[in-house]
């Protein structure tokens, strides 16, 4: 149980354009979602906080309006990073937790590089 | 501050012996919770444990076990027995259960661990 999936594993695109990233949890109904950035060789940083149905919680640092972030299901949430930049490449994983205070479960991880 | 420390970056040892990843930790909540996992090379991040405050005993799973102490704030994995397999960097990370970082986990900077064979 408690398997998170996300699309896609690695992408390639050209600076300017935007890419949706999507976190599914397959056998549990997520309430809370989690997203986060990691560079090579260190620790994950969190990005965002989603709840279902409500508005994305950013930490601060990050910008709202250049990764936005939808949470529109209990199974769903999707991040897309707009006009992408190439300092914007690095991995991207998400994670799931029935509950606020519950273990969260990770994704694979998504690829992005901007060329 | 809530803080987590894993003071070793890297770790290499010769298959079959037992190797500990310390996890330091800082918080002033009484409720919290722990956990270690496990990212292999292919990224995605392996749930290995969960442990809360109040439960001071220690865990086996196979040839995992981890040593919580609340009195020196350490929350330690060992695993015995290395095997190539468990090359990857294990993370130690801290959740929160009252502070404005409820839910939030707090990650250590993960300590790489080779086992060569």
């Known amino acids: 149980g408690a398997v998170v999936s996300q699309h896609p594993s690695r992408v390639i695109c050209k600076s300017g354009t935007s890419v949706k990233i999507e976190c599914r949890s397959l056998?549990?109904?997520?309430?809370?979602m989690f997203w986060y950035r990691q560079f090579p060789k260190q620790s994950l940083m969190l990005m965002a906080t989603?709840?279902?149905?409500?508005?994305?919680?950013?930490e601060q640092g990050v910008e709202k309006d250049k990764f936005l972030i939808n949470h529109a299901s209990l199974t769903l949430s999707t991040l897309t990073v707009t006009s992408a930049h190439p300092e914007d490449s690095s991995f991207y994983i998400c994670?799931?937790?029935?509950?606020?205070?519950?273990?969260?479960?990770f994704g694979p991880g998504t690829r992005l590089l901007v060329l | 501050a809530q803080k987590v420390t894993q003071a070793q970056t890297e770790i290499s040892v010769v298959e079959k012996e037992d190797v500990t990843l310390d996890c330091v930790y800082e918080?002033?909540?009484?409720?919290?919770?722990l956990f270690w996992y496990k990212q292999p090379p292919s990224g995605e991040l392996v749930f290995l444990i969960r442990r809360n405050s109040f439960d001071e005993q220690n865990e086996i799973s196979g040839r995992y076990s981890w040593n919580f102490q609340k009195s020196t704030s350490s929350f330690n994995f060992t695993i015995t027995a290395s095997q190539v397999v468990d090359s990857a960097v294990y993370f130690c990370?801290?959740?929160?259960?009252?502070?404005?970082?409820?839910?939030?986990?707090?990650f250590g900077q993960g300590t790489t661990l080779q086992v060569k064979p």
């Open positions: 990370a801290l959740s929160e259960a009252y502070s404005s970082n409820t839910g939030k986990l707090i």
């Open positions: 989603s709840n279902e149905g409500s508005k994305a919680t950013y």
């Open positions: 994670s799931a937790s029935g509950q606020v205070q519950e273990t969260q479960y």
């Open positions: 918080t002033r909540d009484t409720t919290y919770y």
């Open positions: 056998d549990f109904q997520a309430t809370t």
